[in-house]
């Protein structure tokens, strides 16, 4: 087995799913079980206990799991009649559930099983030969989950766990998750006051703190420049609109699920929050008559939207129910259409770098064959645009995969995902074809042979969402931004009460000049302040003496500890103004 073997690992990872399963009932046996799959970076099983578990109860799962594992059973398949499958599980109404759903929706007649020792479950398989070849494995935490992620069903409990080929790869994991708890965006955003949700707003909403909007801010503003040079535009949409409108672009077919339930006005007209700014930028285009001279149309929005997540599916400020999309939609001919992705693509590039996501792994999301019906659009368009985007990617030489199903419903794209300081992957930029609103619409425009043509059409967001985008830099950073999103990007500390008029002037000085800083005239020592500083994750602190009293400088530190000692205000103010024009990080 190639110990680098994606496939392999997830097929150790869900023969350690059942090996937990297996555990959980020899320690709780009239616990109901669901469903237990590999995932991108472990696996998990939801779980029914009659009385509830809790994190102490891992280590001893756990042990039960390493006996079990000792006796190296063998994983043996057997399918059985629907009927006798039914009878094996009758005391396991999830799993009666599901192979009702698999009689119901794939007309199946019998149903495969998979068994090690006395464990057995309703499985497809594959899985390893025996348990004694599952490698290293820890669980790791214990979590909520809804029956097929629905509200409205039953709360499960949920066990996560991850296994690997060596015990190496697993110490390596379990470092990073460390690392990760210390940079989690909620705990960096309490500390450092950055963001907070409340319940009476409502779950999933974000209330964004002085110091976090500032650095949204100053994202914003740089953005709005970066697509002024490249020749977009900026629209303003509102944030709801009549039911026509959704069921016009096929919102209320294809994506009701995630939209919020819909609002009624007192004439009884049907309104519903936007969950996407595709609609608004499409009656900006109908307003008038438009020409293949003004093609093509770069209308960018930073829109906000509103989604219905489920609470299993939100997690802070990363998922949360309402964000702000850094949107764009593009409107072109169809010769137009490869040499506008390209552009866009670069213009990615070009932005992630500058966050310090140099390395970005691309995915092409396709439809998915076997459920036609949930998009729109002829499978044959689908077929012909998909291969346009793999030639692309294959034209640019770089490694793509393909996620069949995880294309929205109007179209394929390719998806980016930036690669983290801890080497997590994040979904940032999406640029997705559209062959369903121009026609939903009936864009068009006129061509140089006088007739009308129907235009086509790229959605992008280069970030995602602003929401999202921040709570990653947030933990990519660990909390300590870059100078030029630094919210406070220098602190003034007088060593003692006699050097404090001189410091009101070095930051007088520097709130003129632009600079965010503020003086710490407290009764501390410089220590103290200095430590204090640290904690903030502030850029630079200017340390003023009797010294530099005397010769109208300052002191400068960077934090981590770093002493670039003392100099001129007009160097320091070089030295930070440079920083800030390059993007760079202390």
Not at 165 to 173: A, G, P, R, V
Request: charged share 30%; net charge positive.
């Amino acid at each position: 087995m190639e110990k680098t073997d994606s496939k392999n690992l997830e097929i150790m990872r869900h023969s350690c799913s059942h090996l937990m399963a297996a555990a959980v009932l020899e320690l709780w046996p009239n616990t109901k079980l669901a469903i237990g799959p590999a995932i991108e970076e472990g696996f998990y099983y939801d779980f029914e206990f009659v009385q509830p578990i809790n994190e102490a109860s891992l280590a001893k799962i756990e042990a039960k799991m390493k006996a079990l594992q000792k006796k190296d059973s063998f994983f043996v398949q057997r399918k059985l009649p629907v009927a006798q499958a039914k009878k094996i599980f009758s005391g396991q109404p999830y799993k009666i559930e599901l192979i009702s759903d698999l009689v119901s929706e794939e007309k199946v007649k019998e149903v495969s099983l998979y068994a090690s020792g006395k464990f057995e479950d309703l499985c497809q398989g594959p899985h390893l030969q025996s348990t004694g070849k599952i490698g290293p494995f820890k669980l790791l935490s214990v979590a909520g989950a809804y029956w097929r992620g629905d509200e409205k069903k039953q709360m499960l409990t949920r066990i996560y766990g991850t296994c690997f080929f060596t015990q190496e790869q697993l110490d390596h994991h379990l470092w990073q998750q460390e690392e990760a708890k210390k940079r989690d965006h909620r705990k960096i955003g309490k500390e450092q006051d950055l963001f907070s949700q409340n319940e009476d707003l409502g779950p999933g909403l974000i209330l964004w703190h002085p110091k976090l909007s500032l650095v949204r801010e100053e994202i914003e503003l740089w953005w709005r420049q970066e697509h002024r040079k490249r020749g977009y535009e900026y629209v303003y949409t509102p944030h709801i609109g009549k039911e026509i409108l959704w069921q016009r672009s096929g919102h209320t077919n294809f994506y009701k699920d995630l939209m919020y339930p819909p609002l009624k006005d007192k004439r009884n007209d049907v309104y519903y929050l936007k969950p996407m700014n595709c609609n608004g930028h499409m009656l900006i285009y109908l307003s008038r008559p438009r020409t293949y001279k003004e093609l093509p149309i770069r209308w960018c929005e930073l829109g906000t939207v509103y989604r219905y997540e489920l609470e299993g599916v939100r997690h802070g400020i990363l998922r949360p129910r309402g964000f702000t999309q850094d949107d764009a939609h593009i409107i072109c001919t169809q010769e137009q259409l490869i040499p506008e992705i390209e552009k866009v693509l670069d213009f990615a590039l070009e932005m992630n770098a500058v966050f310090g996501f140099k390395e970005l792994h691309y995915d092409l999301s396709a439809m998915d064959p076997k459920n036609k019906e949930k998009y729109a659009g002829s499978p044959k368009d689908w077929q012909a645009a998909e291969e346009n985007l793999k030639k692309l990617l294959k034209k640019r030489g770089v490694k793509f995969g393909v996620d069949i199903g995880g294309a929205k419903f109007y179209g394929p794209s390719i998806d980016l995902k930036a690669e983290d300081a801890l080497g997590r992957l994040w979904q940032g930029t999406t640029i997705q074809l559209d062959f369903n609103l121009p026609s939903r619409f009936n864009l068009s425009y006129i061509g140089e042979d006088g007739q009308q043509h129907l235009p086509f059409m790229i959605h992008r967001t280069l970030l995602g969402s602003m929401e999202r985008f921040v709570g990653v830099l947030i933990e990519q950073y660990a909390g300590a931004f870059p100078v030029w999103l630094s919210p406070l990007q220098a602190m003034v500390i007088p060593i003692t009460d006699q050097q404090l008029d001189y410091a009101r002037k070095v930051l007088k000085q520097l709130l003129e000049k632009g600079i965010r800083a503020s003086l710490d005239d407290r009764k501390e020592t410089t220590s103290a302040k200095i430590r204090d500083a640290e904690l903030q994750k502030i850029p630079y602190m200017l340390i003023v003496g009797q010294k530099e009293v005397a010769d109208q400088s300052v002191n400068v530190r960077i934090r981590g500890e770093k002493v670039l000692g003392k100099m001129s205000f007009e160097k320091f103010y070089d030295l930070i103004n440079q920083d800030i024009a390059k993007k760079s990080q202390v």
